[in-house]
């Protein structure tokens, strides 16, 4: 065998695999980057579930602001509150979440004829990531004329 051929395989011999070094070092930044990637996933979860109370909490307020805008205007449900809110009603739809709704009327007369009323509805809850959330919806209806 010639000397060029042995200094050759010498050379094919040492790059022929990956050392254990190596290979340890490639296991240490994959295992850092699954942390990463399982980390995410919970967060994905959570917020999924935030999520999940917003829009019931918005559908409870949603239903709520227009049951009170179809009603007559001399209805007690809108008198003005004076810008209280009322007392908390409890919702618990299909999750078993309790929410609370309340709302508020505010009577505004622009002229002798015109007059407004503000209705707001409010809706609140706590769940075990985030304490005392709330959505609010607001309305304004005109009174009409013969209403």
Same mark, same amino acid.
């Given at each position: 065998m010639s000397n $060029?051929? $042995?200094?050759?395989m010498r050379r094919n011999k040492r790059r022929g695999g990956m050392t254990l070094v190596e290979i340890m070092i490639a296991m240490v930044i994959l295992a850092f980057g699954m942390l990463g990637v399982a980390g995410l996933q919970v967060r994905a979860i959570t917020e999924s579930s935030s999520g999940r109370h917003l829009s019931e909490a918005s559908a409870i307020a949603r239903n709520r602001?227009?049951?009170l805008n179809v009603r007559i205007w001399s209805d007690a449900?809108?008198?003005d509150t004076a810008g209280a809110w009322t007392a908390g009603a409890p919702e618990t739809p299909v999750?078993?979440?309790?929410y609370t709704r309340s709302e508020r009327v505010t009577l505004d007369v622009i002229e002798p004829? $015109? $007059?407004i009323k503000s209705i707001e509805v409010r809706?609140?809850?706590s769940d075990s990531k985030r304490q005392n959330r709330t959505v609010v919806l607001s309305s304004a209806r005109l009174r009409e004329v013969g209403e």
């Open positions: $060029t051929n $042995t200094t050759y602001l227009e049951d449900l809108l008198n999750g078993g979440l309790t004829n $015109t $007059t809706v609140g809850w």
